[in-house]
């Protein structure tokens, strides 16, 4: 086919319009089909024919006065914004209308009425579909220290007719007396955080248009350090024996340890090992922990008699073996 033959086809399509209305009929596309709130919407009209005096864009079905968006008028190169103009349309030489940060109450029926030279004009409708966009979660805080700070997290935007519901780590929030929620539930307050809050928090909103989830925030809670253990929990060790010692504190971000042996620095780490021991050995052991993020720390005294190999009856934990030394 040469550009002659072309050109022919595309009179042709024109000329149908009047009377095969289906073949290239003037139609209304909106790009995208499905417009998310907030987000911009082309509503494009093709095959419009070429003997056009004046495009107008109501809002509704009918071509009612209260209901004009804008106007175009071709001969006089004049627009008109009608009373439906929010500012945010703007209307094309080729009669597409663009949508800009559309809401929810733009959804509904657009109509291109399409005044021709010869005087009549023609609808043409088109239903546009916006939708609520997906959620975002805005925190005043990612990180909080546990017992201390208060985070409050909002699913974002606000809504009418809309039900908010937030999960943390994939479950239902804990029905703590500390977590509550406000302004309809999209306002989740984490009052002096606490650890099991710590994760990776979800908004889901419902309403008639649909189910749309936020993308995760994750908050970090930082706590501890609780009060240390020391393992073995033995208070007797035998003299000659290697003594081992190690203490554990829960505490988030790991805490640092360390220990002193009668009052005197002895080791900044979290495990003592004393080679061979002897009765100088002996004594308080205190094992102190801290966590510089939270600024908290905590110790734990433990007394350790090394006594002589016939003395040291049983290995048992300080209770049972105690008696047979008293
Ligand atoms: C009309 O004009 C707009 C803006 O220039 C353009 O994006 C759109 O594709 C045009 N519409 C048609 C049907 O060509
Ligand atoms: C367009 O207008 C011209 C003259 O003004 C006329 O000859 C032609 O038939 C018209 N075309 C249509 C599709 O109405
Ligand atoms: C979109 O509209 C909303 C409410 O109508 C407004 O708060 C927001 O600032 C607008 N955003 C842009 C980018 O114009
Ligand atoms: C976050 O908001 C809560 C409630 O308004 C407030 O008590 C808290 O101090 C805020 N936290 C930060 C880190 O600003
Ligand atoms: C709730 O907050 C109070 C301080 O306002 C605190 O003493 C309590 O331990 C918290 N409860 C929980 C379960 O975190
Ligand atoms: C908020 O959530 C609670 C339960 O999580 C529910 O009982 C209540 O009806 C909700 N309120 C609103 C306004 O959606
Ligand atoms: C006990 O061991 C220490 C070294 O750990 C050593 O300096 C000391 O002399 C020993 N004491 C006795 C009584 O063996």
Known sequence: ????????????????????????????????????????????????????????????????????????????????????????????????????????????????????????????IHTLETQLSKPSIRSNGTTAVEGQDTVEITCDPPFLKTTYTWRLNGKELPGDTNVSLSQGNTTLTLLKVSRHLKGRYECKVQNPLGVFRSNPFTLDVFYGPDNPQIFPPDKYFEEGKNLWLSCQATSHPKAQYSWNVNGEHWSSRQDIFIHKVNMSNSGLYTCHVNNPTTGRNDFKVKEITIVGKWLLVTSEPDSGVQSNFL
């Open 1 to 124: 086919m040469g550009p002659g033959s072309a050109r022919w086809i595309s009179v042709t399509s024109v000329l149908t319009i009047w009377n095969i209305p289906s073949a290239a009929a003037p139609a209304i596309e909106a790009v995208p089909p499905t417009v998310l709130e907030g987000k911009n919407v082309l509503l494009l009209a093709h095959n419009l024919p070429d003997n056009l005096s004046a495009y107008h864009w109501f809002k509704g079905k009918e071509p009612l006065d209260k209901d004009l968006i804008i106007m175009h008028e071709i001969k006089s190169q004049e627009t008109k914004q009608g009373k439906l103009h929010s500012g945010r349309e703007t209307l094309y030489p080729n009669g597409s209308l663009m949508l800009q940060n559309v809401t929810l109450k733009q959804s509904g029926i657009y109509n291109l009425n399409i005044h021709l030279k010869r005087g009549d004009s023609f609808p043409c």
